[in-house]
C-alpha cells in the first residue's frame, strides 16, 4: 500500500478505485464502440433479459444507479446504433420498454468477456473473482451501496449553513 493510500479516507479510496475501473473499462471497450455507461446499460439488459425481465427505462435507471435522463439518452443512442429496441409499455403509454436487439446481444456478449478478463486482473490481490475474499469485499461494498444517501435530519445536529 503506497504512503498516500495509507492517510486517505475510504472515501477517497473508493472514488480512486471507481475512477481507475471506469477509465480501464472505457479504454478496453473503446474498440468495440461502447463506453462504460453503454456497457453498463447493455450488460444489465443482458442480465435481466436471461431472468425473462424487459424493464422499463425507469426500472433500469434504479438498477444501474444512472438517471433516468441519461438512461433515456443512451436509450437513444443505443437503438439508433441497432443494439436497443424501445417499445412503449401498452399497460403505461409514459413507460418505455428496452431490450436487446440481436446485434446488441452479441456486442455485450463480446463486452462482457472484456470486461470479466478486467475484474479478474483488478481483484488478483484478492485471490481472483471466486475467492473467499473477494465474496467479502464484494459483501462490504454492498453494506455501503445500501446505505441511504439521504441526508441526516437529525434535529440536534448542526447543519452547515449556505
Given at each position: 500500500?503506497?504512503?498516500?493510500?495509507?492517510?486517505?479516507?475510504?472515501?477517497?479510496?473508493?472514488?480512486?478505485?471507481?475512477?481507475?475501473w471506469r477509465a480501464a473499462i472505457d479504454r478496453a471497450l473503446a474498440p468495440l464502440g461502447l463506453t462504460h455507461a453503454q456497457y453498463a446499460l447493455l450488460g444489465s439488459l443482458y442480465g435481466l433479459a436471461r431472468t425473462g425481465q424487459r424493464p422499463?427505462?425507469?426500472?433500469?435507471?434504479?438498477?444501474?444507479?444512472?438517471?433516468?435522463?441519461?438512461?433515456?439518452?443512451?436509450?437513444?443512442?443505443?437503438?439508433?446504433?441497432?443494439?436497443?429496441?424501445?417499445?412503449?409499455?401498452?399497460?403505461?403509454?409514459?413507460?418505455?420498454?428496452?431490450?436487446?436487439?440481436?446485434?446488441?446481444?452479441?456486442?455485450?456478449?463480446?463486452?462482457?468477456?472484456?470486461?470479466?478478463?478486467?475484474?479478474?486482473?483488478?481483484?488478483?490481490?484478492?485471490?481472483?473473482?471466486?475467492?473467499?475474499?473477494?465474496?467479502?469485499?464484494?459483501?462490504?461494498?454492498?453494506?455501503?451501496?445500501?446505505?441511504?444517501?439521504?441526508?441526516?435530519?437529525?434535529?440536534?445536529?448542526?447543519?452547515?449553513?449556505?
Amino acid at each position: 500500500m503506497s504512503e498516500a493510500a495509507e492517510n486517505a479516507t475510504a472515501g477517497f479510496l473508493v472514488w480512486r478505485l471507481s475512477m481507475k475501473w471506469r477509465a480501464a473499462i472505457d479504454r478496453a471497450l473503446a474498440p468495440l464502440g461502447l463506453t462504460h455507461a453503454q456497457y453498463a446499460l447493455l450488460g444489465s439488459l443482458y442480465g435481466l433479459a436471461r431472468t425473462g425481465q424487459r424493464p422499463s427505462q425507469r426500472q433500469l435507471a434504479d438498477h444501474t444507479g444512472l438517471e433516468a435522463l441519461y438512461v433515456s439518452k443512451l436509450a437513444r443512442a443505443l437503438e439508433a446504433a441497432a443494439l436497443v429496441e424501445r417499445t412503449r409499455d401498452p399497460k403505461d403509454p409514459r413507460a418505455m420498454r428496452l431490450s436487446l436487439t440481436d446485434q446488441g446481444r452479441e456486442a455485450t456478449g463480446c463486452a462482457i468477456t472484456v470486461v470479466q478478463g478486467l475484474l479478474e486482473q483488478l481483484l488478483e490481490p484478492l485471490g481472483g473473482q471466486h475467492s473467499p475474499r473477494t465474496r467479502e469485499f464484494t459483501r462490504e461494498l454492498t453494506a455501503l451501496l445500501d446505505v441511504p444517501l439521504d441526508p441526516r435530519t437529525d434535529d440536534n445536529e448542526e447543519q452547515p449553513q449556505p
